[in-house]
């Protein structure tokens, strides 16, 4: 099984304080020296607006083709659910730059909380599984309803991949177990404050949480369970602020590592200092 370990988004401004991974660093150099420390990426960006050819040819460039990247559907598709033939187009075809690269990862449908189990949900996944055949498709289902073994049976049949995720104790989401699907497998880490999930003001009040020592041994005795069903694992952090991320992502490479589960990491290129996080 080959995991893949990085981070939702890269451009985190917060990471340029003082000791994290920015300092010093100019904005447009942020990938650059992301991917020296990390060999893949969830882009957020596409949920706000998708990119063009351009944009992706300068993330293949920027990060030296090291680092893969997995694309997060515009909220056209998951929160809208009114996409159009155009926006089906632009996000099938602006991504070709990373294909071309092999730096590819699976398309991630981020679904809301709002997006329950109903017959007319499950009818409009089930037409996004086929406009998106063909290509690797992540999907992500806060809602308790869809998690059901026979919603990850249906999952598999159509050759769609279960989202496992962390999430606070909040009740009413999904249980933060690895379910596998396809051969692909996909973890995102939300991080476990309660206390803001519900009410928090952004996304950055949301994943202010720094995973301890003993919740990331966790999450590597649930991986090294799976490792013989999967020949891909992407595991995300989306715990970035204040560079939570930073501190976890070494906490679960050597938990995996102790449980004989290979975790790479990638090596800084010629001329490059490769910082320390």
């Given at each position: 099984?080959r995991?893949?370990?990085g981070?939702?988004?890269?451009t985190?401004?917060?990471?340029a304080a003082p000791?994290l991974l920015?300092?010093?660093?100019k904005?447009?150099?942020?990938l650059?020296?992301y991917?020296?420390?990390?060999?893949?990426?969830?882009?957020?960006s596409?949920?706000?607006?998708?990119?063009?050819?351009?944009a992706f040819?300068?993330m293949?460039r920027?990060s030296g083709?090291?680092?893969?990247?997995?694309?997060?559907l515009n909220?056209?598709?998951?929160h809208?659910?009114a996409?159009?033939d155009?926006?089906?187009?632009?996000?099938l075809?602006?991504p070709?730059?990373l294909r071309?690269?092999?730096?590819?990862g699976p398309y991630?449908?981020?679904?809301?909380?709002s997006?329950?189990?109903?017959?007319?949900n499950?009818k409009?996944?089930?037409?996004l599984?086929?406009?998106?055949?063909g290509?690797e498709?992540?999907?992500?289902?806060r809602?308790?309803?869809?998690?059901q073994?026979e919603?990850r049976?249906?999952?598999?049949?159509?050759?769609l991949?279960?989202v496992?995720?962390?999430y606070p104790?909040v009740?009413?989401m999904p249980?933060?177990?690895?379910?596998?699907?396809t051969?692909?497998?996909y973890?995102r880490?939300?991080?476990?404050?309660?206390?803001?999930?519900?009410?928090?003001?952004?996304?950055?009040?949301?994943?202010d949480?720094?995973?301890?020592?003993?919740e990331?041994?966790?999450?590597?005795?649930?991986?090294?369970?799976v490792?013989?069903?999967?020949s891909?694992l992407?595991?995300?952090?989306?715990?970035?602020?204040?560079?939570?991320?930073?501190?976890?992502?070494p906490?679960?490479?050597e938990?995996?590592r102790?449980?004989?589960?290979?975790v790479?990491t990638p090596?800084?290129g010629?001329?490059?200092?490769?910082?320390?996080?």
């Amino acid at each position: 099984m080959r995991v893949w370990i990085g981070c939702g988004g890269y451009t985190n401004d917060d990471w340029a304080a003082p000791g994290l991974l920015y300092e010093g660093v100019k904005k447009d150099a942020y990938l650059e020296t992301y991917s020296q420390h990390f060999d893949a990426a969830e882009l957020n960006s596409s949920f706000y607006a998708i990119p063009g050819l351009k944009a992706f040819e300068g993330m293949v460039r920027k990060s030296g083709g090291r680092t893969r990247f997995t694309v997060k559907l515009n909220k056209v598709f998951t929160h809208d659910r009114a996409p159009s033939d155009a926006d089906f187009d632009r996000m099938l075809q602006s991504p070709q730059p990373l294909r071309d690269a092999g730096v590819m990862g699976p398309y991630l449908a981020q679904f809301p909380y709002s997006f329950h189990r109903t017959a007319d949900n499950r009818k409009y996944l089930l037409g996004l599984a086929e406009r998106f055949a063909g290509h690797e498709l992540a999907v992500e289902l806060r809602h308790a309803s869809w998690d059901q073994p026979e919603v990850r049976e249906g999952m598999a049949e159509y050759g769609l991949i279960w989202v496992s995720p962390d999430y606070p104790p909040v009740g009413g989401m999904p249980e933060p177990q690895v379910h596998v699907t396809t051969d692909v497998g996909y973890l995102r880490l939300h991080g476990r404050n309660k206390g803001s999930w519900w009410e928090g003001q952004s996304a950055a009040e949301r994943h202010d949480y720094l995973y301890s020592r003993a919740e990331m041994n966790e999450w590597a005795e649930k991986i090294a369970l799976v490792e013989g069903d999967l020949s891909e694992l992407y595991v995300f952090f989306q715990n970035t602020t204040r560079g939570h991320a930073l501190k976890n992502i070494p906490m679960l490479r050597e938990a995996l590592r102790a449980r004989g589960v290979p975790v790479k990491t990638p090596e800084p290129g010629e001329g490059e200092e490769g910082r320390l996080l």
